[in-house]
């Protein structure tokens, strides 16, 4: 639920600056009586704002899109108390150095670059139907050529120096956030352990109840149904072994059923299936290139299959985190096309956030978990380089 707030809430960062963007300019400007055209530009900046995290290069688009239309006058063009409007590419270029995306977090240098020049352009540059411009503005006597130039650096300055302060936000925040993961997944992987010992315990009771008293029931049940055959169908003797085998009978059941109950029970029913994307999410947000695919028609599983491919996913990829980096990618497939679910994890990466001291319990404690839930898991070193491969299969219901 924290990590869901969390996402959320820095989703909605870019959006809530949008509006309050918006509505401070539209107060400042009230007065005005052309207020419908500066009210249009401003809601394409505000629009460019509230999108720079689900949209990022909608946003980087809008920014340019709308300079080069002023200076090509299909847009009203800045005038002398609107033209602070332009800190709109600061802001929207600073949101997407924040980002995730590596692609587009370096493809805003040259959006602001281009930006920058319209915006001086349509600042600097007078017209025969507009001459009202920096110039008149501000008193200015250097020319247009000079005052061209000096607005494109300022604003280029001003916006570069948004967006290197926008990628050390993210980036900072990114590998805060990674190691804070890490320290949860120690913390966990010691609850884990823990737990898994006391799985251990628990499916080793329900193999030794499984193989002597289910055992011994069904030789009961079917010595008592030969004696009642050999018997005969009447009398008190073929009736007292149909009880015998009855009862031995339903015993069985029951003892099938505490053994599932004892298998199935523990913290695992707390996530199961459903909670497999959120994992992949989760490492999205810490910069991971993280992948998640489903092959097949999905069948059940169980509760403690279920849980056992969560964590089995969830340890794959904290693995992924502290030894190969959250720049890492990361694929995670299931399979549903078999007799059960296959899952295959891949990962590639070379930036480790802790080193290894030795060997760890993460893969020994997924070997683990996929043998109790009926399956199993390997984990090793792919084909290419700085690959790692974890490959598993379990049962689905009714074929254990």
Do not use: C
């Amino acid at each position: 639920m924290t990590s869901f707030l969390r996402r959320r809430a820095r989703h909605l960062l870019a959006p809530a600056a949008g509006a309050v963007y918006l509505v401070l300019w539209i107060v400042a400007e009230a007065g005005r009586s052309d207020l419908t055209g500066h009210v249009l530009v401003v809601s394409a900046f505000a629009v460019a704002i509230g999108l720079a995290n689900w949209m990022p290069a909608t946003a980087l688009g809008l920014v340019v899109v709308v300079p080069l239309l002023q200076a090509l006058h299909l847009l009203p063009g800045p005038q002398a108390t609107t033209w602070p409007t332009y800190l709109a590419v600061a802001i929207v270029v600073g949101l997407v150095g924040a980002g995730r995306s590596g692609l587009l977090r370096w493809l805003a240098v040259p959006v602001l670059g281009l930006a920058s020049a319209a915006a001086a352009w349509a600042m600097a540059v007078p017209t025969v139907a507009d001459p009202d411009v920096w110039g008149n503005w501000t008193a200015s006597r250097s020319g247009t050529r000079n005052d061209l130039v000096l607005l494109t650096l300022a604003l280029a300055g001003a916006s570069g120096i948004a967006w290197a302060v926008g990628v050390a936000v993210g980036a900072a925040w990114r590998i805060g956030l990674a190691r804070v993961r890490v320290v949860e997944a120690e913390r966990e992987t010691e609850v884990t352990t823990a737990e898994l010992r006391a799985e251990q315990d628990r499916a080793r009771i329900a193999r030794d109840v499984h193989d002597s008293l289910a055992h011994s029931l069904a030789v009961v049940v079917s010595q008592a149904q030969g004696a009642a055959a050999v018997a005969g169908p009447d009398g008190p003797t073929a009736t007292a072994l149909r009880d015998i085998a009855d009862v031995s009978r339903n015993a069985l059941g029951d003892v099938r059923s505490l053994v599932e109950r004892i298998q199935g029970s523990g913290p695992d029913a707390v996530h199961g299936l459903a909670d497999v994307p959120d994992l992949v999410e989760d490492m999205r947000e810490l910069g991971m290139q993280a992948s998640f695919e489903q092959h097949g028609d999905p069948v059940s599983l169980g509760t403690a299959v279920g849980g056992a491919v969560h964590r089995i996913v969830q340890e794959s990829l904290t693995n992924v985190l502290k030894h190969q980096g959250r720049t890492a990618s990361a694929r995670v497939v299931l399979d549903w096309r078999g007799a059960g679910l296959g899952i295959v994890v891949t990962s590639r990466g070379d930036a480790p956030l802790v080193r290894l001291d030795g060997v760890g319990s993460g893969v020994n404690g997924m070997r683990e978990r996929a043998r109790l839930a009926g399956g199993w898991l390997r984990a090793g070193v792919g084909d290419e380089p700085d690959e790692f491969v974890v490959t598993g299969w379990l049962p689905a219901e009714g074929t254990r």
